[in-house]
């Protein structure tokens, strides 16, 4: 039998040892994140919960009746209001392309004229702050999440998502159901959407 001998006689040990440190290292690097992740998680969900728990009422919002025009995969214009949506699996666009989620509900059916540059270039910094805090004409939202541990049966799903207002660098946290009569445990998210309407909206805290 021939031996790996390094050159002060003594067989190589020592990169095996290594490798299996840095194996270890690894999965333990694993673990911490996916505990970390889950412990995140675990968080959010439990905002939601208390959430839904003390501020749900069912209601019944009405979709978006006028023409709702598609610029590209990921942004669709209501009237006068645009709405892109980013950072948001393909599978539930289906939700603003069929104007199940009205953008008149965040800020009302009004919209208000947007200001050229060189118009916002003139203004004060309050001047400034107002104008986005009111500017409704261009929205985006980002990461919108089904809640499945929240949703209560097939015929409901519960939704979570950020909106991003112009000129303001921290989103504001959203939550909303949708419902649909004909749902079953079956059904497809495809499926379930197609007949579905928003029965719950409501407008949780800045995040920082």
């Known amino acids: ?20 440190l840095l194996i270890l ?5 694993c673990f911490v994140f996916k505990v ?29 009746d006028g023409v709702i025009k ?4 990921s942004t669709f214009k209501f009237g006068e209001k645009t709405l892109t949506i980013i950072n948001t699996d393909n599978s539930l666009l289906k939700i603003f392309k069929k104007g199940i989620f009205n953008p008149d509900i ?19 910094t309050n001047e400034k702050v107002f104008y986005n805090m009111v500017r409704n004409d261009s929205l985006n939202i980002s990461s919108v999440k089904e809640l499945v541990k929240l949703n209560p049966n097939y015929k409901t799903k519960r939704f979570v998502f950020w909106l991003f207002n112009p000129g303001r660098l921290n ?38």
């Open 25 to 29: 290292f690894f999965l333990l690097n």
């Open 1 to 20: 039998m021939i031996k790996n001998v390094s050159s002060c006689g003594k067989p190589r040990v020592i990169s095996h040892f290594m490798k299996k």
């Open 171 to 208: 989103p504001t946290e959203y939550y909303f159901e949708l419902y649909n009569d004909n749902a079953n445990y079956k059904s497809s998210l495809n499926e379930f959407l197609e007949n579905a309407k928003m029965t719950f909206f409501y407008k949780g805290t800045i995040i920082i």
């Open 70 to 73: 598609i610029i590209n995969e």
């Open 106 to 124: 965040v800020f009302g059916a009004g919209t208000s004229k947007p200001l050229t540059q060189n118009q916002i270039d003139t203004m004060s």
């Open 36 to 64: 970390i992740g889950q412990t995140n998680e675990s968080s959010n969900y439990e905002f939601a919960k208390r959430t839904f728990k003390s501020e749900y009422k069912k209601q019944s919002f009405e979709k978006y």
